[in-house]
């Protein structure tokens, strides 16, 4: 009897070492089943076929019978190139002309065998050719698409030592909360301290004005690995021969400020003594009430009060005005939100370890990612004071002396300020009253 196409596909492909093939292969040898468009009808009986489990339906070109059409011929013809096409692996060329009539343009289809969602299976699946308009239109497109890419990312030199002007931005890092501790200065005086360290933090990505409107870099820190990412970006590191990042952030930079892909930035883009904008956020406290959320005062402990001593109160009117208005103070998520801290004191620089250590807290718990970037409100004399290194501190490598390399610890000296411990130093009285007896 003669199946059809359709009814093998209903049945869910074939299995390479199941009864599908046997049962295909007596479809094959009782009636024959169309292959390709320029097939002809039907596979004789009398034709072998092997069905090995390495082949995708790899039927010999049928020896054409003693009385034959030139129609046939051409059709065993084009047969014989789609089977060594199926065989050498690449896709059967079907022909398409817009003379044919609607259903020989249907039938000018091929089969092919593909890896089916079970292993080992294999399904038969139908590939249709494209009009001639359609195809024209998607080959135009991507011969656009890989002359733009041909193009490539602008060229950048390596970074040189340039003066740092007042329309000058420099671009900042990505670093991770390890910690805090605290130090004493040359005064005795105590500071708390957060310890961000700055882990292989590179440029891993351009955005230019000419198409993306601006200028930026994109810097990657941390690593990772290739299962745990995209397999677009895991394909975009690998083309640029990058390190598999974990954190990714944008710094919108001058035009003046750009490095070149794969640049390291270090914690010597940093000096002792100046402020920066450090950018975390906060720790998850997870689903709190309004006392602990929004410092709600709660309700009275006693006189009557049972059982909402912690409650928020009325939450709106009634029919006036007849809802809750947005942003009404009542329990929910607490934590987990993008807070900045403005003009952080940086206290000391450690090269060695890239280890920055800025005074005060920051947000975030301690293992979590935080930015960090120039302060904004300075003024252009007081950070030209600060000797930033522009574009940025420059690798030993790169560097023509140690004191472009910015190595070793740095710590932040305050200049001609006084003393707040002075009066416990002296030995006269502090209060400079003199106590008697009785």
């Known amino acids: 009897m003669l199946r059809s196409p359709a009814s093998l596909l209903a049945k869910g492909g074939a299995d390479l070492q199941g009864a599908s093939w046997r049962f295909l292969a007596s479809c094959l040898l009782e009636g024959g089943i169309p292959l390709c468009s320029s097939t002809p009808a039907f596979v004789p009986a009398s034709t072998q076929i092997s069905l090995s489990p390495s082949s995708h339906l790899h039927t010999p070109a049928p020896s054409p019978p003693q009385h034959t059409t030139p129609f046939q011929l051409q059709q065993a013809a084009h047969y014989s190139a789609c089977s060594s096409s199926r065989r050498s692996g690449s896709l059967p060329s079907c022909s398409y002309s817009p003379l044919q009539s609607h259903a020989e343009q249907l039938d000018a289809t091929c089969w092919i065998s593909n890896q089916g969602p079970v292993r080992g299976q294999k399904v038969l699946r139908r590939v249709f050719p494209l009009p001639p308009a359609i195809q024209a239109a998607i080959d135009s497109k991507l011969q656009q698409t890989h002359s733009q890419q041909g193009q490539g990312l602008p060229h950048i030199p390596d970074p040189t030592p340039q003066p740092l002007t007042q329309s000058s931005r420099r671009v900042g890092c990505i670093a991770y909360k390890a910690g805090m501790t605290h130090e004493w200065d040359e005064q005795g005086v105590r500071v708390p301290l957060t310890v961000l360290w700055v882990d292989n933090c590179q440029v891993i990505g351009l955005k230019w004005e000419d198409k993306h409107g601006y200028n930026a870099l994109v810097l990657g820190a941390g690593h990772s690995k290739q299962k745990s990412l ?157 000797g930033l290194p522009f574009p940025t501190a420059l690798l030993p490598a790169l560097a023509d002396s140690e004191q472009q390399a910015s190595r070793g610890v740095k710590v932040y000296q305050r200049a001609d300020a006084p003393d707040p411990y002075r009066a416990y130093s002296d030995d006269s009285d502090y209060f400079g009253v003199k106590w008697t007896k009785g």
């Open 230 to 386: 995209h397999p677009g970006v895991a394909g975009y590191y690998i083309k640029h021969d990058l390190p598999f990042k974990r954190q990714v952030a944008e710094f919108p930079v001058s035009l003046d400020a750009r490095l070149p892909l794969g640049f390291e930035v270090t914690s010597a883009h940093y000096v002792p003594g100046q402020t920066v904008d450090v950018v975390g956020w906060t720790k998850w406290k997870g689903f709190q009430g309004v006392m602990k959320r929004w410092n709600f005062k709660g309700m009275p402990a006693t006189h009557g009060n049972s059982l909402s001593h912690r409650h928020g109160g009325a939450i709106g009117g009634r029919t006036d005005p007849g809802k809750v208005w947005k942003g009404k103070k009542m329990p929910g998520n607490m934590g987990d939100e993008r807070r900045t801290v403005h003009d952080c004191l940086v206290y000391k620089v450690d090269t060695d370890r890239n280890l920055i250590y800025i005074r005060g807290q920051v947000p975030g718990p301690a293992g979590h990612m935080v930015l960090l970037r120039d302060a904004y409100n300075v003024q252009h004399e007081v950070r030209s004071s600060w």
